[in-house]
């Protein structure tokens, strides 16, 4: 079975523009988690989905949005990008209907913004 | 509230064994994972526990959870090299959907 996949691997952006991440889960899996890591705050959870819902949501400005599609894959989009943006972003997918489920990580998108 | 912590840095000499500890104050943390993260790479899980179980085998890795002082470690037997990397602990909260706090992460340095 394939893992959870992630693109682009890098990306370099400067101030003021937007960026969309994409997650592709594993094969059968319906949530998909997103992270960001960085080396001061460490790794921070940002949103949640299941079945193209958003269930759950970490304490990040209304500059960072999600969706999921109807096969799962999600994308995460960050608007108005600051400095402070550059990180790690991870996805990480379970099979999970509820409760909490062992996730399983992509290996990241590295965003700098310039 | 909800917060993991972790020794930042641990030297060990190939062959012995490693021993990560880690703490959690939220007391409702049901599910309790061990990550190792190597440069440049995402997140591996190793291993987890459930909150109520007090010790996990598998293989080299042995978890020890004690819910009495919320702490939890995971210990490497016959480290190599090979293991040198940075391992997290992170709890999971049941409700929480699939929401994880980790913790800062500890550096494992193997030296010969």
């Known amino acids: 079975k394939a893992g959870v996949t992630q693109t682009p691997r890098y990306l370099i952006k400067t101030r003021g523009q937007q960026v969309t991440l994409s997650c592709s889960p594993i094969?059968?899996?319906?949530?998909v988690s997103w992270y960001q890591q960085t080396p001061g705050q460490g790794l921070q959870f940002l949103f949640e989905?299941?079945?193209?819902?958003?269930?759950n949501k970490g304490n990040f400005p209304g500059r960072f949005s999600g969706r999921q599609f109807s096969n799962s894959r999600s994308e995460m989009n960050v608007s108005t990008l600051e400095l402070g943006d550059s990180a790690l972003y991870l996805c990480?997918?379970?099979?999970?209907?509820?409760?909490?489920?062992?996730?399983?990580f992509g290996p990241g998108t590295r965003l700098t913004v310039l | 509230g909800e917060d993991v912590e972790q020794s930042l840095f641990l030297s060990v000499r190939e062959g012995d064994s490693s021993v990560i500890n880690c703490t959690y104050t939220?007391?409702?943390?049901?599910?309790l994972y061990w990550y190792k993260q190597e440069p440049g790479a995402g997140l591996q899980l190793l291993t987890y526990?459930?909150?109520?179980?007090d010790m996990k085998q598998d293989q080299r890795l042995t978890v020890l959870l004690n819910k009495k002082d919320k702490h939890l470690s995971l210990r490497i037997a016959d480290t190599q090299t090979g293991d040198s990397a940075i391992y997290f602990c992170?709890?999971?909260?049941?409700?929480?959907?699939?929401?994880?706090?980790f913790g800062a992460g500890t550096r494992l340095a193997v030296h010969p």
């Open positions: 939220d007391s409702s943390s049901t599910y």
């Open positions: 094969s059968g899996h319906r949530s």
């Open positions: 526990i459930f909150s109520n179980m």
């Open positions: 992170a709890g999971g909260i049941s409700g929480g959907y699939n929401k994880l706090i």
């Open positions: 989905y299941f079945s193209e819902t958003q269930r």
């Open positions: 990480a997918s379970s099979g999970s209907g509820g409760g909490v489920d062992t996730q399983y």
